[in-house]
């Protein structure tokens, strides 16, 4: 099975620091040639993001809440994620991420609002029905150097949530199976 996957950046700078995090986080947490990877900078969007309707957006919108696995990512703006990637979430109806893991990611110059990701971000995807599998990412930008270290420690985190939950899944799918 070849899952699912998007990355929704955040960052008013294309091509960004943030979003090469957030690719790295995916890269590091599957296997490679077990995924497609579908990544949205939404600052190739910015035109249309309080466009309503907007087809494009609808479209993007459909393809991260048919994923297995998102990465959403964003630069620290006042404590919290930027209003680029609000404006995108806020385009879905309650429960419209359900069934989709999602992953929050905030990058930062500094440690001060390294809560940011689990404390702001997580609970609104939570909100809008994804599945968080643990804390979120906060990732100093000077520290761009260790990547792969600070990144790969963080997918080793959550791949151990995701097989937690995985067994307890399996458990609860032949609980069900025994009450029919």
């Given at each position: 099975?070849?899952v699912?996957v ?17 690719t790295t ?8 040639g077990?995924?497609?990877l ?20 609808a ?7 048919e994923?297995?696995l998102?990465?959403?990512a ?9 209003g ?6 806020d ?12 992953i ?7 440690q001060?609002?390294?809560m940011g990701?689990?404390y ?6 939570a909100?809008?029905g994804a599945v ?13 150097d260790?990547l ?5 420690a963080?997918?080793?985190?959550y ?6 939950v995985?067994?307890?899944?399996t ?5 069900e199976?025994?009450a029919r």
């Amino acid at each position: 099975m070849t899952v699912k996957v998007a990355v929704v950046v955040g960052n008013p700078k294309p091509q960004s620091r943030t979003m090469k995090v957030a690719t790295t986080l995916v890269e590091r947490l599957l296997e490679p040639g077990s995924f497609d990877l579908t990544v949205i900078d939404l600052v190739d969007h910015q035109a249309e993001i309080f466009a309503w309707p907007s087809d494009e957006l609808a479209r993007l919108n459909s393809l991260v809440a048919e994923s297995d696995l998102v990465v959403f990512a964003s630069p620290t703006y006042k404590a919290t994620f930027t209003g680029l990637l609000k404006s995108f979430l806020d385009r879905y109806p309650a429960n419209g991420l359900r069934g989709v893991v999602a992953i929050p990611v905030l990058t930062g110059a500094d440690q001060t609002h390294s809560m940011g990701p689990t404390y702001t971000f997580a609970p609104l995807l939570a909100e809008l029905g994804a599945v968080v599998p643990g804390r979120g990412l906060y990732f100093v930008s000077s520290q761009m150097d260790r990547l792969d270290e600070l990144v790969g420690a963080a997918a080793e985190e959550y791949r151990s949530n995701l097989a937690h939950v995985a067994g307890l899944a399996t458990s609860a799918s032949r609980k069900e199976e025994v009450a029919r």
